[in-house]
C-alpha cells in the first residue's frame, strides 16, 4: 500500500531546470519525513535533501546548496525537487525516500524507496 513514485526527470541543457515530484500513497505527509537522493554510476548514493513532517528543510549536499529547493504540496500528498542551473556533474537517477522518523543524511534512516526517474545534462 506504501508507494512513492518519482517522475519529470529527462534531459534538459546545461543551465537549464526541472522539477521532480514524488507522490506518496498509502501514508500521510503529516507522519513522515521524506528525502530526496541521487547516484551516478559507480557513485555511492548521495543525500541531496530532505522535508520533514512539518514542513522543515534540511540541505545536505554542498554541491546543489542554492540550487536544488525542496517542497511539497500536502493536499496532493506530493514531494518537489526544484533543480535549478543544472551541472555536467548532477546527471544521475534521482529517488525519493520515506524516513523512519527524522531527516537524515542517511540512507539506513530510510524505509521506503521510489524507483528513480533519470535526469540527464547535455547539450
Known amino acids: 500500500q506504501v508507494q512513492l513514485v518519482e517522475s519529470g526527470g529527462g534531459l534538459v541543457q546545461p543551465g537549464g531546470s526541472l522539477r521532480l515530484s514524488c507522490a506518496a500513497s498509502?501514508?500521510?505527509?503529516?507522519?513522515?519525513?521524506i528525502g530526496w537522493f541521487r547516484q551516478a554510476p559507480g557513485k555511492e548514493r548521495e543525500a541531496l535533501l530532505c522535508?520533514?513532517?512539518?514542513?522543515?528543510?534540511?540541505h545536505y549536499a554542498d554541491s546543489v546548496k542554492g540550487r536544488f529547493t525542496i517542497s511539497r504540496d500536502k493536499g496532493a500528498n506530493t514531494v518537489f525537487l526544484q533543480m535549478n542551473n543544472l551541472k555536467p556533474e548532477d546527471p544521475a537517477v534521482y529517488s525519493c525516500?520515506?524516513?523512519?522518523?527524522?531527516?537524515?543524511?542517511?540512507?539506513?534512516?530510510?524505509?521506503?524507496w521510489g524507483q528513480g526517474t533519470q535526469v540527464t545534462v547535455s547539450s
Open positions: 498509502g501514508f500521510s505527509l503529516d507522519y513522515y519525513a
Open positions: 525516500a520515506r524516513a523512519y522518523l527524522y531527516c537524515s543524511p542517511y540512507v539506513q534512516n530510510f524505509a521506503r
Open positions: 522535508i520533514s513532517n512539518y514542513g522543515g528543510d534540511k
